[in-house]
């Protein structure tokens, strides 16, 4: 149904389009049709594959602000090391991110010209087992923690690289993990083997459904100017690259990576060995879900027990992906799903703040990089110093 960028991660962020007419996007050579129960079906197994990490990844986002704020890289969530902390866009980092986003995704559509297609694919699956196998056993990580009784022998390890010594010694890895982060590891091994070894559909939506959640939590907007600017500028990316050339297309069609989430439009009829997919990109779950999940974190700065914004802008993302369905589906054509997701998301939550007499609060809530908040502590500690 889709095809768009993704993230958590460089690469995948590259793509944005919506794509799949049916089956025509993915099997040009099959001459099936849908049955209307198997479409439903898959349109309607994606926006809810679609929701999932939105929901969970905003959730996760607030735990991840509130234990940054503390200073802390270690909690609920399974961090363990400052390099799995939280990276914040700023209005600069959005104003640029089109345009870098559009050489990326032209690099690879010449790439998909020049060179074969089999030894890319070969490439870049074994970069994405890698990406996929950390990125599922860091979503996986709460969950672990629930399972397993108090009573599991849960140790604590430590992977430490340094360079030099003595004085100039600097430290080049330092990871901290225990016995649970272990199973989780191998437990992702496990699906990435199988993704590396099948391609099969379900391994591809677990790693693409850990992709995207690690990128909602993970990827912080730091206020909502900078989403608007974000989310303008991949609207415009995104309906140039998808109406005004076939580079979009091409490059998701031949793009094998967990960069998108697929599900069989004919899995009552062939089961799971189904292959005649719809599909949606992982950017349009990843881009409006950083924005929504921005939305939530500002609703609990309100202290007022309500999650309004939260829930306008998760209710405005389904209607919109709505209608990027019902128009694909209606006209048989590749969509940008940001042309319909953007105006919604961005939207709907305009409007409640207008009805609410909170628009200046909402555009004035700002959320602090690590980098400059260290900096103002330090300058603070400075100036008390020179008192």
């Known amino acids: 149904m889709a095809e768009v960028e993704p993230v958590p991660v460089p690469v995948p962020e590259a793509l944005n389009a919506t794509d799949s007419n049916g089956t025509e996007a993915l099997n040009a050579t099959a001459k099936f049709v849908a049955t209307p129960e198997g479409t439903a079906l898959a349109y309607g197994s994606l926006v809810f594959m679609a929701l999932l990490p939105i929901f969970f990844g905003a959730l996760r986002s607030v735990t991840c602000s509130k ?14 090391n400052a390099s799995d902390m939280p990276e914040t866009i700023t209005g600069r980092d959005a104003a640029r991110f089109p345009i870098i986003a559009s050489c990326t995704l032209f690099g690879l559509y010449l790439f998909f010209k020049v060179f074969s297609q089999e030894y890319i694919n070969l490439l870049l699956s074994v970069y994405f087992f890698g990406l996929g196998v950390l990125a599922l056993s860091h979503t996986m990580s709460p969950l672990m923690s629930r399972i397993f009784p108090d009573s599991f022998p849960n140790k604590q390890y430590q992977l430490l690289f340094t360079q030099g010594s003595g004085e100039a010694k600097e430290e080049i890895v330092n990871y901290e993990f225990d016995t649970k982060n272990l199973v989780c590891l191998l437990i992702s091994s496990v699906v990435g083997v199988w993704y590396l070894l099948k ?13 995207a959640l690690n990128g909602v939590e993970l990827l912080h907007l730091n206020n909502v100017s900078t989403g608007c600017i974000l989310l303008g500028g991949l609207f415009v990316y995104d309906v140039f690259w998808v109406f005004g050339t076939n580079v979009m297309v091409t490059v998701a069609k031949s793009f094998e990576a967990p960069i998108k989430l697929v ?13 005649n997919f719809a599909m949606l990109g992982l950017g349009d779950i990843v881009i409006p879900g950083i924005f929504i999940a921005l939305l939530l974190r500002f609703d609990v700065s309100l202290k007022k027990n309500s999650r309004t914004y939260f829930y306008s802008s998760f209710l405005a993302y389904i209607f919109g992906l709505g209608l990027t369905i019902f128009v694909m589906h209606t006209f048989k054509h590749a969509q940008p799903a940001l042309l319909y997701l953007v105006p919604a998301c961005i939207g709907f939550p305009v409007l409640v703040a207008l009805i609410k007499g909170e628009l200046t609060e909402m555009f004035r809530y700002e959320e602090t990089p690590p980098e ?3 900096a103002k502590e330090d300058s603070s500690e400075s100036e008390k110093k020179d008192q």
Do not use: V
């Open 263 to 275: 599900f069989p439009q004919d899995l009552l009829e062939r089961g799971l060995e189904a292959s």
């Open 372 to 374: 400059e908040e260290g």
């Open 199 to 211: 391609k099969h559909w379900i391994a591809n939506n677990l790693f693409g459904l850990a992709f």
């Open 67 to 80: 234990s940054k704020e503390l200073g802390e890289n270690d909690y609920d969530s399974g961090f363990r």
